[in-house]
């Protein structure tokens, strides 16, 4: 396979399909080799210069290598393990489940293959967090001792989506709190969630429209995370570590870097960019990328299913902190929550 192009199927036909099968199709590494399932499936393919089958059929298909699965949540582990039993190598958007048994009998069934699974947290993937990522792994400000994640949407979600995304904790701030175990030594001990209701259609629908958590890790450490679905300034995304030898942020990103001064205001620069797709552009390209290098043998999996397991854990514990109004602990067999040595980075 090494010498040929890797031949991807995407799982869906929804916005991130989009996405995947744009950046597949422009990989030097991969193929765009079929589109199946979702109302959109035949004319993404057909965008794409591809074809559509059914979904069975890209799992069963020898000729195809790998899988990007951006199908609906609820069909995420049922397809993690129909791709590897047919022997491809798979990239799943989050969460993997909602429910965390269903995770458990997905990493059960796909026993040896786990390291054939690659779990979408794009923010793994963005040059600047994985920067940061780097500069803590070298030592360079020490062991984190307080973070600080910022995530708000300009918008939120269409109503359609939000009774089968899992609500707020396990769709939006999963990834703050995957971020929150990339950047963090040690074990989460217990967690402290509280919810904002300003959207009554979200309400409605028993979805949160933020919240704000504190995960306390063992060593001390202490974890800020600030989520809303909606913010007039535009796509929000920063952060802050601090350590006792200084500290590391990543700002958000802009148009261009132009900043004007005038008697009217200073200091002003263009608005953030308006979304996900444009902000995690990079990462959307890397994470197809580290596919083809998975399917090929070539690297383990930046974020695995374990890893996919150990954020859904967090944000259900968030979820019960905020129902219980008090400060969880996080069950013991939760507490994976180890910073890893750099060797076991490859790409940082």
């Not at 199709?25 to 765009?32: F, I, T, V």
Request: aromatic share 4%.
């Amino acid at each position: 396979m090494s010498s040929r192009k890797v031949r991807i199927a995407v799982i869906g036909s929804g916005k991130m399909a989009t996405i995947h099968a744009g950046n597949i199709s422009r990989s030097p590494g991969a193929c765009l080799a079929a589109v199946a399932g979702g109302s959109g499936a035949a004319a993404l393919a057909t965008a794409y210069g591809s074809t559509s089958m059914d979904v069975h059929e890209a799992f069963e298909r020898p000729d195809i290598d790998a899988v990007v699965i951006a199908s609906p949540n609820r069909f995420h582990a049922e397809h993690i393990v129909q791709a590897v039993a047919g022997g491809k190598a798979v990239l799943v958007e989050k969460p993997v489940d909602l429910d965390l048994e269903r995770v458990d009998g997905c990493i059960a069934a796909v026993g040896d293959s786990i390291d054939r699974v690659v779990v979408a947290f794009n923010r793994r993937f963005d040059p600047s967090f994985a920067a940061v990522r780097r500069r803590v792994l070298a030592g360079e400000i020490g062991d984190v001792e307080q973070l600080l994640i910022i995530s708000r949407d300009p918008a939120p979600p269409p109503l359609e989506y939000v009774p089968g995304s899992g609500g707020l904790f396990r769709d939006m701030m999963i990834h703050d709190l995957d971020m929150a175990r990339f950047l963090v030594a040690g074990e989460f001990a217990s967690v402290q969630a509280s919810i904002q209701q300003t959207n009554p259609e979200l309400t409605a629908l028993g979805d949160a429209s933020g919240a704000v958590v504190t995960l306390a890790a063992a060593n001390g450490a202490l974890v800020t995370i600030l989520n809303s679905r909606s913010n007039a300034s535009g796509y929000d995304q920063r952060l802050e570590a601090a350590g006792p030898l200084g500290t590391l942020a990543v700002t958000n990103a802009t148009g261009t870097l132009v900043r004007g001064s005038c008697r009217d205001g200073t200091n002003a620069g263009d608005s953030f960019v308006p979304h996900y797709g444009d902000r995690y552009e990079a990462a959307y390209r890397e994470e197809i990328e580290h596919l083809v290098s998975v399917a090929r043998g070539g690297e383990k999996p930046i974020a695995s299913l374990h890893d996919g397991r150990a954020a859904l854990a967090l944000a259900l514990a968030a979820a019960e902190s905020a129902a219980a109004g008090t400060r969880v602990p996080t069950p013991a067999d939760h507490r994976f929550l180890t910073l890893p040595a750099p060797h076991s980075d490859a790409r940082y």
